[in-house]
Protein backbone atom coordinates (compact mmCIF):
# COMPACT_ATOMS: atom_id res chain seq x y z
CA UNK A 1 0.00 0.00 0.00
CA UNK A 2 1.62 3.19 -1.26
CA UNK A 3 1.41 5.49 1.89
CA UNK A 4 -0.64 8.92 1.83
CA UNK A 5 1.24 11.84 1.69
CA UNK A 6 1.01 14.92 3.81
CA UNK A 7 3.62 18.47 4.21
CA UNK A 8 3.77 18.22 8.34
CA UNK A 9 4.20 21.12 10.22
CA UNK A 10 5.06 19.85 13.78
CA UNK A 11 5.26 22.90 15.39
CA UNK A 12 7.71 24.54 18.47
CA UNK A 13 6.44 21.93 21.67
CA UNK A 14 7.11 19.06 19.50
CA UNK A 15 10.50 19.80 19.01
CA UNK A 16 12.70 17.58 21.13
CA UNK A 17 13.17 18.34 24.80
CA UNK A 18 9.97 20.76 24.31
CA UNK A 19 6.81 20.85 26.25
CA UNK A 20 4.57 17.94 23.64
CA UNK A 21 7.91 16.33 22.56
CA UNK A 22 6.43 13.00 23.70
CA UNK A 23 3.37 13.66 21.02
CA UNK A 24 5.40 13.72 18.56
CA UNK A 25 7.47 10.75 19.74
CA UNK A 26 3.35 8.96 19.88
CA UNK A 27 3.08 9.28 16.55
CA UNK A 28 5.20 7.81 14.49
CA UNK A 29 3.81 3.85 15.43
CA UNK A 30 0.56 5.45 14.47
CA UNK A 31 1.14 7.20 11.05
CA UNK A 32 3.42 3.74 10.24
CA UNK A 33 0.21 1.60 10.96
CA UNK A 34 -2.11 3.99 9.14
CA UNK A 35 -0.06 4.30 6.02
CA UNK A 36 0.56 7.98 6.65
CA UNK A 37 3.52 9.74 5.50
CA UNK A 38 4.42 13.20 7.41
CA UNK A 39 6.73 14.57 5.19
CA UNK A 40 8.39 17.84 7.33
CA UNK A 41 8.35 20.73 5.90
CA UNK A 42 11.98 22.84 5.75
CA UNK A 43 12.69 25.04 7.77
CA UNK A 44 9.25 25.97 9.55
CA UNK A 45 9.04 28.56 12.11
CA UNK A 46 6.43 29.56 15.26
CA UNK A 47 2.98 30.51 13.99
CA UNK A 48 2.68 32.63 16.86
CA UNK A 49 -0.07 30.72 18.81
CA UNK A 50 -2.68 32.47 20.47
CA UNK A 51 -1.16 34.45 22.61
CA UNK A 52 0.98 36.14 19.83
CA UNK A 53 -1.75 38.96 19.26
CA UNK A 54 -0.76 41.47 22.04
CA UNK A 55 2.72 42.82 20.71
CA UNK A 56 2.47 41.18 16.72
CA UNK A 57 -0.17 42.74 14.62
CA UNK A 58 -2.54 41.28 12.15
CA UNK A 59 0.09 41.32 9.21
CA UNK A 60 3.27 39.97 11.34
CA UNK A 61 1.25 37.35 12.20
CA UNK A 62 0.13 36.51 8.81
CA UNK A 63 3.29 36.83 7.46
CA UNK A 64 4.42 34.34 9.57
CA UNK A 65 2.24 31.47 9.05
CA UNK A 66 2.52 32.75 5.50
CA UNK A 67 6.04 31.54 5.51
CA UNK A 68 5.12 28.28 6.67
CA UNK A 69 2.52 27.77 4.02
CA UNK A 70 4.75 29.19 1.18
CA UNK A 71 7.47 26.65 2.21
CA UNK A 72 5.41 23.55 1.96
CA UNK A 73 3.69 24.98 -1.28
CA UNK A 74 7.61 25.48 -3.18
CA UNK A 75 8.91 22.06 -1.12
CA UNK A 76 6.20 19.85 -0.85
CA UNK A 77 3.85 20.77 -3.63
CA UNK A 78 0.27 19.14 -3.73
CA UNK A 79 0.52 18.19 -0.65
CA UNK A 80 -1.90 19.15 1.87
CA UNK A 81 -0.43 20.65 5.18
CA UNK A 82 -1.20 18.82 8.37
CA UNK A 83 -0.71 19.64 11.98
CA UNK A 84 -0.43 18.09 15.26
CA UNK A 85 -0.95 21.28 17.30
CA UNK A 86 -3.96 23.02 17.10
CA UNK A 87 -2.86 26.37 17.65
CA UNK A 88 -0.88 25.87 15.00
CA UNK A 89 -3.73 24.90 12.93
CA UNK A 90 -5.61 27.45 13.39
CA UNK A 91 -2.77 30.19 12.88
CA UNK A 92 -2.13 28.51 9.51
CA UNK A 93 -5.78 28.02 9.18
CA UNK A 94 -6.76 31.63 9.94
CA UNK A 95 -4.08 32.86 7.39
CA UNK A 96 -4.87 30.67 4.50
CA UNK A 97 -8.85 31.94 4.66
CA UNK A 98 -8.00 35.39 5.20
CA UNK A 99 -5.63 35.64 2.33
CA UNK A 100 -7.90 33.82 0.05
CA UNK A 101 -10.53 36.48 0.49
CA UNK A 102 -8.14 39.54 0.35
CA UNK A 103 -5.97 40.42 -2.58
CA UNK A 104 -4.69 43.22 -0.77
CA UNK A 105 -3.45 41.39 2.53
CA UNK A 106 -2.30 38.39 0.19
CA UNK A 107 -0.11 41.39 -1.87
CA UNK A 108 1.25 43.01 1.70
CA UNK A 109 2.12 39.53 2.85
CA UNK A 110 3.72 38.91 0.10
CA UNK A 111 5.49 41.66 0.22
CA UNK A 112 6.44 40.55 3.47
CA UNK A 113 7.66 37.32 2.34
CA UNK A 114 9.94 38.78 -0.22
CA UNK A 115 12.02 39.33 2.36
CA UNK A 116 12.88 35.63 3.76
CA UNK A 117 13.00 35.15 -0.31
CA UNK A 118 9.61 33.57 -0.61
CA UNK A 119 5.86 33.98 -2.39
CA UNK A 120 2.92 32.56 -1.77
CA UNK A 121 0.42 31.20 -3.91
CA UNK A 122 -2.40 29.91 -1.69
CA UNK A 123 -2.77 26.90 -2.99
CA UNK A 124 -1.58 24.53 0.40
CA UNK A 125 -5.02 23.73 2.40
CA UNK A 126 -3.67 23.54 6.29
CA UNK A 127 -5.55 20.63 8.33
CA UNK A 128 -5.11 18.92 11.69
CA UNK A 129 -3.94 15.39 12.13
CA UNK A 130 -7.33 14.63 13.65
CA UNK A 131 -9.20 15.60 10.25
CA UNK A 132 -6.84 13.04 8.73
CA UNK A 133 -7.43 10.11 10.97
CA UNK A 134 -11.25 10.54 10.96
CA UNK A 135 -11.74 12.06 6.92
CA UNK A 136 -8.75 10.01 4.96
CA UNK A 137 -8.65 7.46 7.44
CA UNK A 138 -11.74 6.57 9.11
CA UNK A 139 -12.87 5.25 12.25
CA UNK A 140 -12.73 1.42 11.05
CA UNK A 141 -9.59 2.58 9.42
CA UNK A 142 -8.27 3.73 12.85
CA UNK A 143 -9.67 0.15 14.62
CA UNK A 144 -8.20 -1.85 11.77
CA UNK A 145 -4.48 -2.68 13.23
CA UNK A 146 -5.43 -2.86 16.98
CA UNK A 147 -3.73 -5.71 17.97
CA UNK A 148 -3.80 -4.60 22.04
CA UNK A 149 -7.29 -3.63 22.81
CA UNK A 150 -7.75 -1.40 25.39
CA UNK A 151 -10.07 -3.31 27.08
CA UNK A 152 -11.71 -2.34 30.09
CA UNK A 153 -10.29 1.31 30.37
CA UNK A 154 -12.49 4.43 31.30
CA UNK A 155 -11.61 7.39 29.19
CA UNK A 156 -12.89 11.14 28.86
CA UNK A 157 -12.28 12.64 26.29
CA UNK A 158 -11.08 16.02 26.61
CA UNK A 159 -11.25 18.06 23.33
CA UNK A 160 -10.89 21.56 25.12
CA UNK A 161 -11.11 24.66 22.58
CA UNK A 162 -9.36 25.29 19.31
CA UNK A 163 -9.65 21.36 17.87
CA UNK A 164 -12.98 22.59 18.21
CA UNK A 165 -13.70 25.94 17.66
CA UNK A 166 -13.83 27.82 15.57
CA UNK A 167 -13.46 25.21 12.73
CA UNK A 168 -13.50 22.26 14.42
CA UNK A 169 -13.63 18.72 12.73
CA UNK A 170 -16.39 18.93 9.55
CA UNK A 171 -20.05 17.80 10.52
CA UNK A 172 -19.39 17.72 14.37
CA UNK A 173 -21.06 20.22 16.52
CA UNK A 174 -19.04 22.63 19.16
CA UNK A 175 -20.96 22.09 21.99
CA UNK A 176 -21.08 18.30 21.72
CA UNK A 177 -18.49 16.63 19.50
CA UNK A 178 -18.30 13.37 19.07
CA UNK A 179 -15.44 12.13 17.23
CA UNK A 180 -12.70 11.93 20.36
CA UNK A 181 -14.89 9.57 22.10
CA UNK A 182 -15.43 7.36 18.24
CA UNK A 183 -11.64 7.30 18.45
CA UNK A 184 -11.03 6.22 21.92
CA UNK A 185 -14.16 3.37 21.21
CA UNK A 186 -11.77 2.33 17.90
CA UNK A 187 -8.85 1.38 20.38
CA UNK A 188 -11.18 -0.70 22.73
CA UNK A 189 -11.06 1.66 25.31
CA UNK A 190 -15.02 2.88 27.05
CA UNK A 191 -15.24 6.27 26.49
CA UNK A 192 -17.17 8.48 29.21
CA UNK A 193 -20.30 10.09 26.77
CA UNK A 194 -21.39 12.18 29.74
CA UNK A 195 -18.08 13.74 30.62
CA UNK A 196 -19.17 17.45 31.06
CA UNK A 197 -15.95 18.96 30.59
CA UNK A 198 -15.45 18.14 26.87
CA UNK A 199 -15.19 21.88 25.69
CA UNK A 200 -14.31 23.44 28.23
CA UNK A 201 -11.56 25.89 28.23
CA UNK A 202 -8.68 25.20 30.34
CA UNK A 203 -6.96 28.92 30.40
CA UNK A 204 -4.62 28.44 27.56
CA UNK A 205 -2.05 30.93 27.79
CA UNK A 206 -3.43 32.51 30.50
CA UNK A 207 -2.72 29.53 32.77
CA UNK A 208 1.15 31.10 32.78
CA UNK A 209 -0.56 34.84 33.31
CA UNK A 210 -3.50 34.30 35.34
CA UNK A 211 -2.96 30.98 36.93
CA UNK A 212 -5.17 31.07 39.52
CA UNK A 213 -8.26 31.93 37.49
CA UNK A 214 -6.55 28.76 34.89
CA UNK A 215 -6.44 26.33 37.88
CA UNK A 216 -10.02 26.92 38.67
CA UNK A 217 -10.71 25.62 34.54
CA UNK A 218 -8.55 23.12 35.40
CA UNK A 219 -9.87 21.78 38.63
CA UNK A 220 -13.45 21.45 37.25
CA UNK A 221 -11.62 19.64 34.28
CA UNK A 222 -10.49 17.03 36.44
CA UNK A 223 -12.79 17.08 39.06
CA UNK A 224 -15.32 15.84 36.40
CA UNK A 225 -13.09 13.18 35.12
CA UNK A 226 -12.92 11.82 38.45
CA UNK A 227 -16.77 11.88 39.15
CA UNK A 228 -17.25 10.03 35.83
CA UNK A 229 -15.14 7.06 36.86
CA UNK A 230 -12.35 8.04 34.26
CA UNK A 231 -9.08 6.22 34.90
CA UNK A 232 -7.82 9.18 32.53
CA UNK A 233 -8.13 11.98 30.03
CA UNK A 234 -7.31 11.56 26.59
CA UNK A 235 -6.94 15.50 24.50
CA UNK A 236 -5.91 16.05 20.96
CA UNK A 237 -4.09 19.07 22.18
CA UNK A 238 -0.71 20.07 23.52
CA UNK A 239 -1.25 23.04 25.66
CA UNK A 240 -4.60 21.36 26.77
CA UNK A 241 -2.44 18.33 27.74
CA UNK A 242 0.54 20.35 29.24
CA UNK A 243 -2.32 22.55 31.29
CA UNK A 244 -4.43 19.94 32.99
CA UNK A 245 -1.30 17.81 34.21
CA UNK A 246 1.20 19.86 35.08
CA UNK A 247 -0.82 22.05 37.13
CA UNK A 248 -2.36 19.59 39.07
CA UNK A 249 0.06 19.28 41.84
CA UNK A 250 -0.06 23.64 42.10
CA UNK A 251 -3.74 22.95 42.70
CA UNK A 252 -3.40 19.56 45.61
CA UNK A 253 -0.69 22.45 47.29
CA UNK A 254 -2.83 25.73 47.14
CA UNK A 255 -6.35 23.60 47.53
CA UNK A 256 -5.30 20.77 49.30
CA UNK A 257 -7.04 18.80 47.19
CA UNK A 258 -5.51 14.88 45.88
CA UNK A 259 -5.25 15.32 41.89
CA UNK A 260 -3.74 12.50 40.24
CA UNK A 261 -5.48 12.38 37.13
CA UNK A 262 -3.04 11.13 33.82
CA UNK A 263 -3.31 13.02 30.65
CA UNK A 264 -2.51 11.54 27.48
CA UNK A 265 -2.72 12.23 23.52
CA UNK A 266 -5.18 9.68 21.52
CA UNK A 267 -1.58 8.94 19.63
CA UNK A 268 -0.92 7.66 22.54
CA UNK A 269 -3.54 5.39 23.48
CA UNK A 270 -3.20 4.54 19.50
CA UNK A 271 0.41 3.64 19.46
CA UNK A 272 0.06 1.51 22.57
CA UNK A 273 -3.36 -0.19 20.83
CA UNK A 274 -1.14 -0.79 17.49
CA UNK A 275 1.59 -2.90 19.68
CA UNK A 276 4.28 -0.03 20.20
CA UNK A 277 6.02 -0.22 23.52
CA UNK A 278 5.61 2.36 26.00
CA UNK A 279 8.78 4.37 24.78
CA UNK A 280 7.35 4.46 21.52
CA UNK A 281 4.31 6.02 22.82
CA UNK A 282 5.72 8.68 24.36
CA UNK A 283 5.04 7.07 28.03
CA UNK A 284 8.21 8.02 29.39
CA UNK A 285 7.23 11.88 29.41
CA UNK A 286 4.63 12.17 32.18
CA UNK A 287 4.96 13.95 35.18
CA UNK A 288 1.47 11.74 36.52
CA UNK A 289 1.93 8.41 35.47
CA UNK A 290 -0.33 6.61 33.16
CA UNK A 291 0.26 3.10 35.11
CA UNK A 292 -2.18 1.60 33.20
CA UNK A 293 -1.43 2.31 29.80
CA UNK A 294 2.40 1.71 30.63
CA UNK A 295 0.91 -1.66 31.93
CA UNK A 296 -0.67 -2.48 28.64
CA UNK A 297 2.04 -1.52 26.69
CA UNK A 298 4.61 -3.78 28.78
CA UNK A 299 2.57 -6.68 27.90
CA UNK B 1 0.59 60.46 25.59
CA UNK B 2 2.32 58.43 23.00
CA UNK B 3 2.83 60.10 19.72
CA UNK B 4 0.77 58.00 17.92
CA UNK B 5 -2.12 58.32 20.00
CA UNK B 6 -1.91 61.77 20.03
CA UNK B 7 -2.06 61.63 16.65
CA UNK B 8 -5.71 59.46 16.89
CA UNK B 9 -6.81 61.56 19.20
CA UNK B 10 -6.55 64.61 16.53
CA UNK B 11 -7.64 62.44 13.56
CA UNK B 12 -10.47 61.21 15.21
CA UNK B 13 -11.83 63.62 18.24
CA UNK B 14 -15.39 61.75 19.09
CA UNK B 15 -15.70 59.45 16.72
CA UNK B 16 -14.36 56.19 18.56
CA UNK B 17 -16.26 53.48 16.14
CA UNK B 18 -14.43 55.13 12.51
CA UNK B 19 -10.88 54.39 14.60
CA UNK B 20 -11.47 50.87 15.68
CA UNK B 21 -13.05 50.44 12.06
CA UNK B 22 -9.75 51.66 10.42
CA UNK B 23 -7.36 50.62 13.10
CA UNK B 24 -8.75 47.53 15.16
CA UNK B 25 -8.86 43.77 13.61
CA UNK B 26 -11.85 42.88 12.10
CA UNK B 27 -13.56 46.57 13.74
CA UNK B 28 -15.67 46.99 10.75
CA UNK B 29 -17.76 44.35 12.48
CA UNK B 30 -18.40 45.99 15.78
CA UNK B 31 -21.35 48.20 14.63
CA UNK B 32 -22.92 45.32 14.16
CA UNK B 33 -23.71 43.84 17.89
CA UNK B 34 -27.46 43.53 18.63
CA UNK B 35 -26.28 43.62 22.41
CA UNK B 36 -27.94 39.98 23.46
CA UNK B 37 -24.92 39.19 25.58
CA UNK B 38 -24.61 35.77 24.68
CA UNK B 39 -20.74 36.44 24.62
CA UNK B 40 -20.50 37.68 28.12
CA UNK B 41 -22.00 34.52 28.95
CA UNK B 42 -20.09 32.02 27.03
CA UNK B 43 -17.02 33.50 28.60
CA UNK B 44 -15.01 30.86 30.58
CA UNK B 45 -13.44 33.83 32.32
CA UNK B 46 -16.90 35.87 31.82
CA UNK B 47 -16.89 36.71 35.93
CA UNK B 48 -13.66 38.27 34.98
CA UNK B 49 -13.77 41.04 32.71
CA UNK B 50 -14.52 44.50 33.85
CA UNK B 51 -16.34 44.92 30.75
CA UNK B 52 -17.59 42.04 28.66
CA UNK B 53 -17.47 42.04 24.90
CA UNK B 54 -21.28 43.16 24.45
CA UNK B 55 -20.49 45.94 27.05
CA UNK B 56 -17.04 47.36 25.11
CA UNK B 57 -19.08 47.17 21.84
CA UNK B 58 -21.53 49.69 23.23
CA UNK B 59 -18.82 51.58 24.80
CA UNK B 60 -16.74 51.63 21.75
CA UNK B 61 -20.05 53.12 19.88
CA UNK B 62 -20.67 55.72 22.93
CA UNK B 63 -17.59 57.25 22.17
CA UNK B 64 -16.12 55.98 25.57
CA UNK B 65 -11.90 55.44 24.28
CA UNK B 66 -10.18 56.06 27.78
CA UNK B 67 -12.16 53.47 29.01
CA UNK B 68 -11.97 50.62 26.84
CA UNK B 69 -8.41 51.15 25.74
CA UNK B 70 -7.41 51.60 29.50
CA UNK B 71 -9.62 48.30 30.41
CA UNK B 72 -7.82 45.27 31.19
CA UNK B 73 -10.85 43.24 29.99
CA UNK B 74 -9.36 42.21 26.88
CA UNK B 75 -6.62 40.74 28.53
CA UNK B 76 -8.74 37.97 30.00
CA UNK B 77 -9.96 36.50 26.60
CA UNK B 78 -8.21 32.46 26.59
CA UNK B 79 -8.94 32.45 22.72
CA UNK B 80 -11.30 29.51 23.41
CA UNK B 81 -13.52 31.20 20.40
CA UNK B 82 -16.43 29.94 22.60
CA UNK B 83 -18.20 33.74 21.83
CA UNK B 84 -17.35 33.40 17.79
CA UNK B 85 -19.25 30.30 17.39
CA UNK B 86 -22.22 30.96 19.47
CA UNK B 87 -22.25 34.91 18.50
CA UNK B 88 -25.80 34.95 16.61
CA UNK B 89 -24.78 37.52 14.56
CA UNK B 90 -21.67 35.65 13.80
CA UNK B 91 -18.63 38.79 15.01
CA UNK B 92 -15.39 37.59 14.86
CA UNK B 93 -15.58 38.58 18.74
CA UNK B 94 -12.73 36.70 19.77
CA UNK B 95 -10.81 38.70 17.09
CA UNK B 96 -11.85 41.94 18.21
CA UNK B 97 -10.55 41.60 21.25
CA UNK B 98 -7.40 40.72 19.93
CA UNK B 99 -7.53 43.44 17.80
CA UNK B 100 -8.38 45.76 20.64
CA UNK B 101 -5.92 44.67 23.41
CA UNK B 102 -2.74 45.07 20.25
CA UNK B 103 -4.43 48.17 19.35
CA UNK B 104 -4.26 49.68 23.11
CA UNK B 105 -0.84 47.56 23.57
CA UNK B 106 0.50 49.98 20.65
CA UNK B 107 -1.01 53.12 21.35
CA UNK B 108 1.16 52.67 25.28
CA UNK B 109 -2.90 52.89 26.79
CA UNK B 110 -2.85 49.68 27.45
CA UNK B 111 -2.80 48.83 31.52
CA UNK B 112 1.11 48.42 32.77
CA UNK B 113 2.09 45.44 33.80
CA UNK B 114 -0.35 43.64 32.86
CA UNK B 115 0.01 40.13 33.22
CA UNK B 116 -1.49 38.74 30.12
CA UNK B 117 -0.01 41.72 28.45
CA UNK B 118 3.58 40.96 29.81
CA UNK B 119 3.17 37.23 28.88
CA UNK B 120 2.17 38.03 25.25
CA UNK B 121 5.45 40.39 24.55
CA UNK B 122 7.70 38.22 25.91
CA UNK B 123 6.52 35.55 23.73
CA UNK B 124 6.45 37.45 20.61
CA UNK B 125 9.77 38.76 21.37
CA UNK B 126 11.19 35.25 21.88
CA UNK B 127 9.59 33.80 18.81
CA UNK B 128 10.75 36.71 16.88
CA UNK B 129 14.07 36.19 17.64
CA UNK B 130 15.40 32.80 16.06
CA UNK B 131 11.54 31.95 14.40
CA UNK B 132 10.72 29.38 17.12
CA UNK B 133 10.04 29.33 20.63
CA UNK B 134 12.48 28.72 23.44
CA UNK B 135 10.00 27.11 25.37
CA UNK B 136 13.04 27.63 28.57
CA UNK B 137 14.11 31.27 27.66
CA UNK B 138 10.27 31.69 27.20
CA UNK B 139 9.85 30.47 31.08
CA UNK B 140 12.14 32.11 33.36
CA UNK B 141 11.64 35.21 31.22
CA UNK B 142 8.21 34.60 32.19
CA UNK B 143 9.57 34.29 36.46
CA UNK B 144 11.79 37.46 35.71
CA UNK B 145 9.54 40.04 34.53
CA UNK B 146 8.93 41.51 37.65
CA UNK B 147 12.70 41.73 38.94
CA UNK B 148 16.02 39.38 39.81
CA UNK B 149 14.11 39.05 43.39
CA UNK B 150 10.71 38.13 42.33
CA UNK B 151 12.18 35.96 39.83
CA UNK B 152 14.17 34.02 42.41
CA UNK B 153 11.16 33.05 44.46
CA UNK B 154 9.07 32.18 41.32
CA UNK B 155 11.55 29.92 39.92
CA UNK B 156 11.63 28.15 43.19
CA UNK B 157 8.05 28.20 44.04
CA UNK B 158 7.84 26.45 40.55
CA UNK B 159 10.71 24.48 41.05
CA UNK B 160 8.71 21.07 41.32
CA UNK B 161 6.87 21.40 38.12
CA UNK B 162 10.36 22.28 35.83
CA UNK B 163 12.06 19.20 37.54
CA UNK B 164 9.30 17.10 36.78
CA UNK B 165 9.34 18.49 33.22
CA UNK B 166 12.77 17.79 32.97
CA UNK B 167 12.68 14.45 34.06
CA UNK B 168 10.35 13.72 31.63
CA UNK B 169 12.54 15.21 29.00
CA UNK B 170 9.67 17.90 28.16
CA UNK B 171 11.94 20.99 29.30
CA UNK B 172 15.66 21.19 27.92
CA UNK B 173 17.90 22.68 30.29
CA UNK B 174 20.26 23.17 27.08
CA UNK B 175 18.14 25.49 25.70
CA UNK B 176 19.86 27.86 27.18
CA UNK B 177 22.48 27.74 25.03
CA UNK B 178 20.75 28.67 22.19
CA UNK B 179 18.11 25.80 21.31
CA UNK B 180 16.24 25.13 18.06
CA UNK B 181 16.15 28.01 15.66
CA UNK B 182 14.97 28.43 12.11
CA UNK B 183 18.08 28.26 9.63
CA UNK B 184 17.08 31.79 8.04
CA UNK B 185 16.29 33.68 11.31
CA UNK B 186 17.78 36.70 8.99
CA UNK B 187 14.98 36.59 6.77
CA UNK B 188 12.38 35.71 9.58
CA UNK B 189 13.32 38.37 11.06
CA UNK B 190 13.21 40.91 8.32
CA UNK B 191 10.25 39.36 7.00
CA UNK B 192 8.61 40.44 10.38
CA UNK B 193 10.12 43.96 10.42
CA UNK B 194 8.84 44.68 6.65
CA UNK B 195 5.45 43.36 7.69
CA UNK B 196 5.12 45.87 10.64
CA UNK B 197 6.51 48.74 8.25
CA UNK B 198 3.50 47.88 5.61
CA UNK B 199 0.97 48.12 8.98
CA UNK B 200 2.56 51.42 10.12
CA UNK B 201 2.03 52.83 6.41
CA UNK B 202 -0.89 51.10 6.29
CA UNK B 203 -4.73 52.06 7.04
CA UNK B 204 -5.41 49.26 9.65
CA UNK B 205 -3.57 49.76 13.30
CA UNK B 206 -1.70 53.22 12.31
CA UNK B 207 -3.56 56.19 12.43
Known sequence: MSKKQYAFYPGCSSQKGASASNFATSIDVMCEKLGIQLNEIPDWNCCGASIGYGEGGLLPRLAISARNLALAEQNLPGQDMVSGCPACWLSTRETAEKLHESDSLLAETNEALKEAGLNLKGTVKARHI????????????????????????????????QTNRPFGIHGESFENPLYLDRMIEAVGAEAIASYDQKVTCCGGALAFSEPDKSQKQIRDIVESAYDHGAEMIVTPCQLCQANVEIYQSEINKKQGTQLAMPVVYYSQLMSVAYGGNAKQAGLDGHVIQPRKLQEIAGK | MSEQNRQAVARYHNDFLKEVENHVEDGEWVKMCMQCGVCAGSCPLGNAWEHTP??????????????????????????????????????PITHIMHGLAHYAHRLGMAPKGQPTREVARLFWNNLAKTGRVNELKFSLAMYFKDGFMQGIRNALAMKGIGIGLMKAKRLNPMEILGGHKCKDKDGFRKMIAKAREIEDRGNKHAP
Open chain 1, 130 to 161: VEVLVEDVGFAGMKAPVVKPLEGMKIAGYIGC
Open chain 2, 54 to 91: QKLFMMIRAGKRDEVLTTDSMWMCTSCYNCIVRCPRKL
